[in-house]
């Protein structure tokens, strides 16, 4: 059975900085897309940024292109969303997403398995 278990969500002022982390259980991390997505209510759920478990590529929205960071830690089948320079903007449910495919992919259907999701909340 697969698990993808988000942590690091919370409270912070505009400009401070959040870590997320998803740990994946029952998944050969190596033949997965990890993704990171968000969703406000009533809204539809957006791409943030993804990685490629073998090359390592990655990818990101351009509204956080240079404040987010994306990464892995094979050892501990975790990927990380570092979030920099955070702005009332950025607010909303963040989901870790995993896709069975060697490309990454932008909209959420192309993804097989997610979370149940951490808030992240930033106040002006």
């Known amino acids: 059975q697969v698990q993808l278990v988000e942590s690091g969500g919370g409270l912070v002022h505009a400009g401070g900085s959040l870590r997320l982390s998803c740990v994946a259980s029952?998944?050969?991390?190596?033949?997965?897309?990890m993704g990171w997505f968000r969703q406000l209510p009533g809204k539809e759920r957006e791409f943030v940024a993804g990685i490629n478990w073998i090359s390592d590529d990655t990818r990101y929205r351009d509204s956080v292109k240079g404040r987010f960071t994306i990464s892995r830690e094979n050892a501990k089948n975790t990927v990380f969303l570092q979030m920099n320079s955070l702005q009332p903007e950025d607010t909303a449910t963040y989901y870790c997403?995993?896709?069975?495919?060697?490309?990454?992919?932008?909209?959420?259907?192309?993804?097989?398995?997610w979370g149940q999701g951490t808030q992240v909340t930033v106040s002006a």
């Open positions: 997403a995993a896709r069975r495919h060697f490309i990454t992919a932008v909209t959420p259907g192309e993804y097989d398995y």
């Open positions: 029952g998944l050969t991390f190596r033949s997965n897309i």
